[in-house]
Nanobody, 120 residues
């Protein structure tokens, strides 16, 4: 089983930045794409951004487009999410996972996630 460990979350004021990192251990498939999701209290988990392992093609939710940037290092099995111009509504637990790039849906089990809290 692939283990996913998210890190980099924290408390930041509105307008600030955070960089999240996802480290995958175990076997991964190069054909997989990876994505970030988030879940705010009382809300469903939602897709944030996705990227293919073999290409730097990326896709973003409209709510974060222009503010967040996803990147990956295929050799290290890591996927980062640079979050700029953070808003209080970005507050959520952020998770990474393998995804179907076209469907923007997760394919694996969830890790612990990392908490991002944006204060106003």
């Amino acid at each position: 089983q692939v283990q996913l460990v998210e890190s980099g979350g924290g408390l930041v004021q509105a307008g600030g930045s955070l960089r999240l990192s996802c480290a995958a251990s175990g076997r991964t498939f190069s054909s997989f794409a990876m994505g970030w999701f988030r879940q705010a209290p009382g809300k469903e988990r939602e897709f944030v951004a996705g990227i293919k392992w073999r290409r730097d093609t990326a896709v973003y939710a409209d709510s974060v487009k222009g503010r967040f940037t996803i990147s990956r290092d295929s050799a290290k099995n890591t996927v980062d999410l640079q979050m700029n111009s953070l808003k209080p509504e970005d507050t959520a637990v952020y998770y990474c996972n393998a995804i179907d790039y076209g469907l923007r849906q997760s394919l694996g089990s969830w890790g612990q996630g990392t908490q991002v809290t944006v204060s106003s």
